[in-house]
């Protein structure tokens, strides 16, 4: 079982920057990929940034040159470092893990969220 806790949200001014960070505890039989998922109020959930076990990255139109995703795996941790925040990036952003947890099955595992709210 996977239990992830991120962190590093806030209010910000337009302009500004944050660093969000995801701890995983837990293992899994392979990781498929590690990423951030971000929801507005009324809104559906919307893929922010992943990277995959061999470390390709795929970003949103919406934040590309903005963000960006890395990860420490001595730490088990992923970052999402968040530049030139506008305030249409405000939402609650998700750590997400997808991974097997044998050798045929695999899961989505979420964090809890965290708030990220940018003033104009």
């Known amino acids: 079982q996977v239990q992830l806790a991120e962190s590093g949200g806030g209010l910000v001014q337009a302009g500004g920057s944050l660093t969000l960070s995801c701890a995983a505890s837990g293992s899994l039989f392979r990781i498929i990929a590690m990423g951030w998922y971000r929801q507005a109020p009324g809104k559906q959930r919307e893929l922010v940034a992943t990277?995959?076990?061999?470390?390709?990255?795929n970003y949103a139109d919406s934040v590309k040159g903005r963000f960006t995703i890395s990860t420490d795996n001595a730490k088990n941790t992923i970052y999402l470092q968040m530049n030139s925040l506008k305030p249409e990036d405000t939402a609650v952003y998700y750590c997400?893990?997808?991974?097997?947890?044998?050798?045929?099955?695999?899961?989505?595992?979420w964090g809890q969220g965290t708030q990220v709210t940018v003033s104009s």
């Open positions: 997400n893990r997808r991974g097997y947890y044998s050798v045929t099955s695999w899961d989505d595992y």
């Open positions: 990277i995959n076990s061999g470390g390709a990255t």
